[in-house]
């Protein structure tokens, strides 16, 4: 995509031509009042239909998302600050300051995640350790460290690049005391790394005896004998500008982080869901996580303030309303508007948003009308996709669920299309049977929608729409099967088929599920099977639901409630 974050215009789950339709209009819409970063969007496959419309009109298929749930990538910070193991304590504590940060990646060359140091770490080690002296002398670092640590010069150096483990010691008592203390330690003169004044006993005596390093302080100046008896011996001198106890704590700070590193950390994938992270960082002390991909290379990292950060997911809804057909994940994004005609289901939203509902024929019928009040012109093929959804939604205008403005809009869309919208609906109501194209388990979920009623039960209906019954007769045992299985994976109350003969406006409803529900059921029985003949119902919104819903309300209101989810059932008295 080219947007960094679009807002994702996306219809329902399962979606049908005017879910589709209408996801390309009101982008497109978007687009012409100016607004960028909307993208058209599905949460489901196409079907023939879908296919016939979008290929009549030049349009590709909307950009597919399986789900929209908040993921690792999403929240990271990409290209975090992140450091090698052989840099000083200094450097890390300067890129911690200067960034505002508390936790540094540490990787290797090939940036691999090594591990970890955090500001608490890095404090731990500057805190004096009274019980361990011999560790508070030691720092793992090289003389060209230290030497840039201390913005020191150099009066002669000798392998300044190895890294190594030293014993800081300061020459500040009488010399016979200073060694005793150095033998009682154990520490061996090869190790010891000595900050002096202008002690010159101490000096002469350290050389003698062999020592890595002398720092002198306070850059004070160095007996040519001295200097010229550190070369013969070996030893490095250099000398620092700052006084003896500010030359310590420089020496110190030239340590390298090799040893503060935590290497024992868990990384986050990139794909990982948010939600779950959450959970990972309550059990966790840090407050951030390594985000690495393949050959655990680092991608990012994850703080806990990035969790509080907004979800950069934006969604607009169209054709739908209930969260239940909604594409998964919806409910942790941002929704930002909804354009429907179907019934209000409970959802709340934390922010105020635009809300169009509509009782019209379709989605698209919405969409067109904000075109033409807008004094918006759309393109052919534009006004052609528009038309697929109104007359698709409305079966040309024939549905009950058709208003007076379905047929004024599509008129108006007439005079912008380059089709008729007689012919259009030729196109369309021909462009293939489902239940011929497809095996029975796809047919009932191609255009399926899941309800859930005040009481919480759960049931769906499916529909198709074909040129007569004669394809469905053949399959009608598959599809109950289908059905029957839907149900069961679904954990419904009952799943209900709706197939729609679009040529007489008459439907047969195949329905599984809750055995008093089905009783209920006050239309003729066609056959033994639980097949009923609707005529006269076109309409899933606008007729079927109604009624299906007032039967579930009349049975909680007789205290015979249908089992919440799907078999095995509860006993009923
Ligand atoms: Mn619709």
């Not at 190895?162 to 200073?178: K, S």
């Not at 106890?245 to 020496?251: D, R």
């Not at 039967?551 to 095995?568: D, R």
Request: glycine share 6%.
């Amino acid at each position: 995509m080219a947007t960094a974050n679009p807002t994702y215009v996306i219809g329902h789950r399962n979606p049908d031509a005017d879910s589709i339709c209408s996801a390309i209009a009101y982008a497109a819409f978007k687009e012409a009042r100016g607004e960028s970063g909307y993208v058209a969007a599905r949460c489901g496959n196409s079907n023939a239909r879908i296919d016939a419309i979008l290929e009549r009109f030049h349009t590709p298929l909307p950009h597919y998302l399986s789900d929209v749930f908040p993921r690792v990538r999403d929240m990271m910070v990409r290209q975090p600050l992140a450091v090698q193991e052989d840099v000083t304590c200094a450097e890390a504590l300067k890129l911690i300051d200067r960034h505002g940060i508390t936790y540094l990646p540490v990787v290797s060359v090939q940036q691999r995640a090594v591990g970890s140091v955090t500001l608490a770490q890095l404090g731990h080690f500057f805190i004096p350790r009274i019980d361990e002296p011999r560790a508070m002398r030691q720092v793992r670092t090289s003389l060209a460290r230290i030497v840039s640590s201390l913005q020191a010069s150099v009066l002669h150096t000798v392998d300044e690049n190895r890294l190594e483990d030293l014993f800081v010691r300061i020459g500040a008592m009488d010399v016979g005391t200073f060694w005793k203390i150095s033998e009682k330690e154990q520490i061996p003169p090869g190790q010891s790394l000595i900050i002096v004044g202008d002690r010159r006993d101490i000096q002469q005596r350290s050389i003698e005896i062999g020592i890595r390093a002398l720092i002198i302080s306070g850059n004070l100046p160095v007996d040519p004998a001295i200097a010229k008896l550190a070369k013969e011996r070996g030893v490095s001198v250099i000398s620092s500008p700052h006084d003896t106890a500010t030359t310590a704590w420089f020496v110190r700070t030239a340590s390298t982080i090799e040893r503060l590193v935590d290497r024992k950390f868990t990384a986050l994938n990139a794909e990982a869901r948010i939600a779950d992270v959450r959970r990972k960082f309550s059990q966790l002390s840090s407050h951030a996580m390594m985000v690495t991909g393949e050959d655990n290379l680092l991608q990012g990292i994850l703080t806990k303030s990035d969790l509080l950060k907004p979800v950069p997911t934006r969604l607009v809804l169209v054709d739908h309303n209930e969260l239940t057909q909604a594409v998964p994940g919806a409910d942790e994004v941002i929704i930002t508007e909804i354009i429907d005609h179907h019934r209000l289901a409970p959802m709340t939203t934390s922010q105020p948003i635009l809300f169009i509902n509509e009782p019209v024929g379709s989605t698209c019928t919405i969409i067109a009308d904000l075109f033409r009040r807008h004094g918006l012109v759309p393109a052919a093929d534009l006004a052609g996709v528009m038309m697929s959804g109104l007359i698709s939604d409305t079966l040309l205008l024939q549905s009950p669920t058709s208003t007076a403005k379905d047929a004024e809009v599509l008129n108006w869309l007439q005079t912008h299309a380059a089709i008729k919208a007689q012919a259009l609906g030729q196109l369309i109501f021909s462009s293939g049977s489902v239940i011929l194209a497809s095996p029975a388990d796809r047919v009932v979920r191609s255009d399926f929608k899941v309800y859930d009623d005040e009481e919480g039960v759960r049931f769906a209906v499916s529909q198709v729409e074909e040129l007569g019954f004669d394809n469905f007769w053949p399959h009608a045992k598959a599809l109950a099967q289908a059905l029957a299985d839907l149900r069961a994976t679904e954990k419904l109350t009952f799943a209900a088929l709706l197939v729609t003969d679009i040529n007489t406006q008459n439907s047969l409803m195949l329905v599984k599920g809750d055995a008093e529900f089905i009783r209920r059921i006050s239309y003729p029985h066609v056959e033994q099977d639980e097949i009923f003949e609707l005529n006269g119902v076109v309409s899933r919104k606008k007729q079927l639901i109604p009624y299906l819903t007032d039967l579930l309300k009349e049975m909680h209101s007789e205290g015979v409630s249908p089992s919440k989810s799907g078999p095995p059932f509860g006993k009923r008295s």
